[in-house]
C-alpha cells in the first residue's frame, strides 16, 4: 500500500479539502480493493494536540535562547 490520502471536498483551485484516511491494506497480490481507516474527529483532535505541542516546544526552545 502506498500511504496516499483519501480526499473528500477538495478544491483544485484553493488546493484544500480533507484527508478521510489514508491507503492502509488489501488482498495480498491483488489490486481487487484497497482499504483504510476513517479519520474522524478524534484524530483531528490528536493532530490539533500534536501541532499545539509543537508549537510550544518551538516557542519554550526560543524563549530560553533568548535568555542566554
Do not use: C, E
Not at 483519501?6 to 481487487?32: D, E
Request: zero cysteines.
Amino acid at each position: 500500500s502506498s500511504g496516499g490520502p483519501w480526499l473528500n471536498r477538495y478544491s483544485n483551485t484553493s488546493g484544500l479539502g480533507y484527508v478521510r484516511s489514508v491507503t492502509s491494506h488489501g488482498p495480498a497480490k491483488s489490486t481487487a480493493y484497497i482499504q483504510g481507516p476513517y479519520f474522524d474527529s478524534r484524530v483531528n483532535d490528536l493532530f490539533v494536540a500534536a501541532n499545539n505541542d509543537w508549537k510550544t516546544q518551538i516557542m519554550d526552545d526560543w524563549t530560553r535562547s533568548r535568555q542566554l
